[in-house]
Nanobody, 121 residues
Framework: QVQLVESGGGLVQPGGSLRLSCAASGSIVSINTMGWYRQAPGKERELVAAIDSGGSTAYADSVKGRFTISRDNAKNTVYLQMNSLEPEDTAVYYC???????????????WGQGTQVTVSS
């Protein structure tokens, strides 16, 4: 089995910072893309940032210049540094990994359980 465990969410004031972490564990052969999505109440889940195994990154326009995604391939961990947080960033943040399990013939997408980020004064 594969597990993605997130940490680092919480309550922060506008303009503050948080760092999310997501560690993948289990019978993993390789991880292609890792990313962060978020879902606010009443809204669809949206991509926040993604990073591939070579380190290439992509960001939603709304977070460019404020959020930074990175990964540690040796630890199968992805991070999201969030600076200059705004109330509009309030959402449940989900980690996603597109990976290949041992004995599997193809890569599949896995999700974490989600971590709440609330930006409020």
């Amino acid at each position: 089995q594969v597990q993605l465990v997130e940490s680092g969410g919480g309550l922060v004031q506008p303009g503050g910072s948080l760092r999310l972490s997501c560690a993948a564990s289990g019978s993993i052969v390789s991880i292609n893309t890792m990313g962060w999505y978020r879902q606010a109440p009443g809204k669809e889940r949206e991509l926040v940032a993604a990073i591939d195994s070579g380190g290439s990154t992509a960001y939603a326009d709304s977070v460019k210049g404020r959020f930074t995604i990175s990964r540690d391939n040796a630890k199968n961990t992805v991070y999201l540094q969030m600076n200059s947080l705004e109330p509009e960033d309030t959402a449940v943040y989900y980690c996603n990994a597109f990976l290949k399990r041992r004995w599997s013939t193809r890569s599949e997408a896995y999700w974490g359980q989600g971590t709440q980020v609330t930006v409020s004064s």
